[in-house]
């Protein structure tokens, strides 16, 4: 029995116990090689000795282990310390979708779409890489206190080939498809119509299959057809009812062939709530409502075992969360039936007269355009029909696009009218520090001025406004020491130096800042630190600093009263971050407080000046510029340090800042960027250290603005 405190594999000290399944423990756990929490799952005592578990517990880690994605829960390790298997984790501090459901009901139309346009993008990833998921369900789908949805579990995903994947594998039963219940073909398509049952209970609060056994449920979703949503929750748009139609056939041909599709139409809803625009295949015989013979319901009951449902079900019943629900679906269904069967063909009868008076408004306005009614009236103009056609022939290519409106500063709702009017959505991705009043929306992606699909999706940050941040004390501590501290606090430092008349401290250290210690700045704010140059009246002597890190020769020329400019240099032959030359030799007397330039090695993978970004649209080159952007996780970041570079090109030449080395980050990162004064563009180097070198995962364009 585990308990707080304990150590797995020498590494992850146990802190509390955190969740349960049928297979596992869920743990909070320390990872002291990285210093970082972690959710550790561990499996159960009674199933350590059977080998068939432990495998299926190990290919758990090896299927999701290579996903990287921002909603799905990242893998970071998998081992087995004195008989104890385990999985180690992304620790997701929030509650799962089922909890959230049983606390509010049923959730609202906008939340309900955009969780599962979420976990339909995390399904996406797995599916693009082979890896079919198997037990979609609220359970496995997490909701972090910031609002991130991620999907987890894929206790019963096995990475598939371009071979037909056949698994008699369940999860709970309430979600799975019908082709799962058979214990036959399962792919992609076995996760659409498992969102659909869960999309289903994100708005209506109940689940569309239930009964007192598993045999009973699985029987449910070969057999019976769903009660419609709306039936339950009046207000449900037509266009999101039929996207839950669609993902729920019993007919795999007859549901979304993917997840991308799936997206597109959960966007489109938001755009067009009542649209017509989910297409359903037309019903045939391979699609009607499948009928239980009386011998495959015995084999259901009778497989493995009474109320198993495959060969895994007889462990996989003691895994499933069964839902208590007292309402009697059966009696509702009665109820409501003959309702909603009434109300579908007044719907049809009134849809067939719509697209006939649609059809012909179009023949109308057509016939217009073209002069074909004019002809027969005597007043056609062959000429005019022959100029006007090509003209609308040329622009039915760029018909489906539109032009991004710029979002940046303006309100929710005033953005929300801007892209609704051009045939827009808009989905919040969080906050972010920004020069702009909070609340107002500080960025946006893709950029204002785009040419995008009608219909898509445009991402916004809100603003928070500039931070508020506390001084803190680095009085006493050398110059480089102090000076990191506060530009990794988004502070802006800037040097002087003065000699210590009262002998207190010792040449090199920080006498004095300012703003002083404990007042409360905003982000980006300069604050300037006075080092001790000791005694008056004695000379200094230049230290040899080549070879040593920025920040070494930082402390080593303060301790001789000395000041540093540093400035930037590629170098492939040396490590980024050693000073290649000083511009006074070492052993030279010179007076305190002469100023010496170091040049540092940048990295290697630092693009040449004729790659570097070019520097436009400076106007003012005063004040301190600032880059507030925020980065997703980059393709293949395994969780590792990084160093992320900026280069700018200053006068023709790249000039290149670490802005982090060696150091842990989590992703989403927020930057509090710094630039050179006037320059507006810069591009960001991201590498994470792999062995012993650094491996660069990508390189973003950044936007400076002038801070006020």
């Not at 909701?143 to 990475?159: E, H, M, Q």
């Not at 049952?197 to 045999?215: A, Q």
């Not at 020491?481 to 990794?488: G, K």
Request: proline residues 4%; glycine residues 8%.
């Amino acid at each position: 029995m585990l308990k707080a405190g304990m150590f797995i594999g020498e590494r992850y000290e146990i802190v509390e116990k955190v969740g349960s399944g049928g297979m596992a423990d869920v743990f909070k756990a320390k990872d002291h090689k990285l210093n970082r929490f972690v959710a550790v799952k561990v499996m159960k005592q009674e199933f350590r000795e059977d080998t068939t578990f432990i495998r299926k517990f190990r290919s758990e880690a090896q299927a999701a282990a290579g996903l990287t994605h921002p909603n799905i829960v990242n893998i970071f390790d998998v081992g087995e310390s004195e008989g104890i298997n385990y999985i180690v984790m992304e620790l997701i501090e929030g509650i799962t979708l089922k909890e959230y459901i049983s606390r509010k009901g049923c959730l609202s139309i906008k939340e309900a779409t955009s969780i599962a346009i979420q976990v339909s993008m995390g399904l996406e990833a797995a599916h693009s890489h082979g890896i079919v998921h198997r037990d979609v369900k609220p359970q496995n789908i997490i909701i972090s206190t910031d609002g991130k949805v991620k999907v987890t579990d894929f206790g019963i995903a096995r990475a598939a080939s371009s071979n037909t994947i056949s698994s008699n594998a369940m999860g709970s039963v309430h979600y799975s498809s019908p082709e799962q219940v058979r214990g036959g073909y399962s792919d992609e398509k076995s996760d659409i119509y498992s969102l659909g049952i869960t999309l289903y209970e994100m708005v209506t609060g109940r689940v569309p299959f239930d009964g007192e056994t598993t045999v009973a449920i699985a029987i449910k979703h070969l057999q019976e057809e769903l009660i419609p949503p709306s039936t339950f929750t009046p207000n449900l748009p037509f266009s999101l009812e039929k996207i839950i139609e669609k993902c729920t056939q019993k007919s795999v041909d007859r549901r979304y062939s993917n997840m991308e599709d799936v997206i597109a139409d959960l966007k489109h809803s938001l755009i067009d709530p009542q649209g017509d625009f989910v297409k359903l295949a037309s019903l045939n015989t391979h699609a009607q409502t499948v009928v239980v013979s009386e011998s495959e319901r015995n084999a259901i009951k009778n497989a493995n075992g009474a109320g198993s449902l495959s060969s895994g079900e007889s462990r996989i019943s003691r895994v499933e969360e069964e839902i208590n629900d007292d309402t009697d679906y059966e009696e509702e269904y009665e109820r409501h039936g003959g309702l909603s069967r009434g109300l579908e063909k007044a719907m049809t009868i009134g849809a067939i007269l719509v697209g006939i008076i649609i059809i012909i408004v179009l023949i109308i306005v057509i016939g217009n355009k073209s002069g074909f009614f004019a002809t027969l009236m005597g007043r056609g103009d062959n000429t005019q029909q022959e100029e006007t056609l090509p003209e609308e022939d040329a622009d039915a290519d760029d018909e489906n696009l539109v032009e991004v409106p710029d979002l940046t500063g303006q309100s929710e709702d005033t953005a929300q009218e801007m892209v609704t009017t051009v045939g827009l959505g808009m989905s919040y991705q969080d906050e972010e520090v920004s020069d702009l009043e909070k609340g107002l929306i500080s960025s946006q992606d893709p950029a204002p001025g785009s040419q995008v699909p009608m219909y898509s999706t445009i991402k916004y940050w809100r603003s928070s406004g500039s931070p508020s941040l506390n001084i803190p004390d680095v009085i006493g501590r050398t110059q480089g020491d102090a000076q990191q501290t506060l530009e990794d606090m988004g502070l802006v430092v800037s040097v002087t130096q003065a000699y210590d008349e009262d002998y207190e401290y010792e040449i090199g250290q920080v006498m004095a800042v300012n703003p002083a210690v404990g007042s409360t700045v905003n982000a980006g704010s300069t604050v300037t630190l006075t080092v001790s140059m000791g005694e008056e009246g004695y000379d200094a002597v230049v230290p040899y600093v080549i070879g040593m890190t920025e920040n070494e020769a930082k402390n080593a020329l303060a301790g001789a009263a000395l000041m540093a400019i540093v400035q930037s240099q590629v170098d492939e032959t040396t490590e980024p971050g050693r000073v290649l030359s000083q511009s006074l030799e070492a052993d030279t007397t010179v007076e305190k407080g002469t100023t010496i330039t170091i040049t540092v090695s940048a990295s290697a993978s630092t693009p040449t000046p004729s790659a570097a970004p070019s520097t436009t649209g400076a106007i003012d080159a005063t004040g301190t510029w600032k880059c507030t952007q925020k980065l997703d996780t980059p393709i293949g970041y395994s969780g590792g340090v990084v160093r992320m570079e900026l280069v700018q090109m200053v006068n023709g030449s790249p000039k290149v800042t670490t802005i982090i080395d060696g150091k842990e980050v989590e992703f989403p990162y927020q930057l509090n960027i710094t630039g050179e004064p006037g320059l507006t563009e810069g591009t960001l180097y991201l590498s994470e250290l792999i062995g012993s070198d650094y491996i660069e995962l990508g390189h973003y364009p950044l936007t400076f603005a002038k801070a006020n």
